[in-house]
């Protein structure tokens, strides 16, 4: 159980493209979705934090304007990045939480993450 | 604000050893501490989780310590394998948040 599926699993654009990112959740509600950024041999840095319903709230120095994040459903979340550029290039990886009973002291559940290209 | 590193960046081990994992953080005000696992290319997958009141976890081989107060925490693999071979994150939890360290690359050798 808990499966988080994120797609596309690979993407390549041009520069000053939008670029779409879905998450799902497939057999759980997520109440609570996390879009990360990976660049290589860099550690997993939070961008933003969606709630069901609600504006996503995003880290400092994170553009909200730049990384859309939609969180229409209790199972899809989409972070879009808008007008992207060569530096966007990197590694997203979406996560939930959710489900009954569960907290901040629950288990994260991860998607495989979308490798971003922009040329 | 919390940072979390991970010594060694990289670890190579013949199969069956027994090995540990470091990591330490700075704020020592978290709700967890969890370990997990990252294979080339992938996302993530959830290994333990250690509460801020426990000391411990075990899964099969694994074991996770967590040492508030001297902001440590240590994963041990026992009798290594092949297949162990990932790259291992720990990430210091609060309210929600993960701050993630750079993970620390394990090579199995057969």
């Known amino acids: 159980g808990a499966v988080v599926s994120q797609h596309p699993s690979w993407v390549i654009c041009k520069s000053g493209t939008s670029v779409k990112i879905e998450c799902r959740s497939l057999?759980?509600?997520?109440?609570?979705m996390f879009w990360y950024r990976q660049f290589p041999k860099q550690s997993l840095m939070l961008m933003a934090t969606s709630n069901e319903g609600s504006k996503a709230t995003y880290e400092q120095g994170v553009e909200k304007d730049k990384f859309l994040i939609n969180h229409a459903s209790l199972t899809l979340s989409t972070l879009t990045v808008t007008s992207a550029h060569p530096e966007d290039s990197s590694f997203y990886i979406c996560s939930a939480i959710g489900g009954p009973g569960s907290s901040y002291n629950s288990p994260l559940h991860f998607g495989n993450g979308t490798r971003l290209t922009v040329t | 604000k919390q940072e979390v590193t991970q010594i060694p960046a990289a670890l190579s081990v013949p199969e069956g050893e027994n090995l540990v994992l470091n990591c330490s953080f700075t704020d020592s005000a978290i709700y967890n501490l969890q370990w997990f696992r990252q294979d080339p290319g992938k996302g993530l997958t959830s290994l333990l989780l250690i509460q801020s009141s426990q000391r411990e976890q075990t899964s099969g081989r694994l074991n996770a310590s967590l040492d508030k107060s001297s902001g440590r925490s240590t994963l041990y693999i026992a009798a290594s394998q092949p297949g162990d071979s990932a790259t291992y994150l720990c990430a210091g939890g609060s309210n929600y948040k993960l701050t993630f360290g750079k993970g620390t690359l394990l090579t199995v050798n057969p």
């Open positions: 057999d759980f509600q997520a109440t609570t």
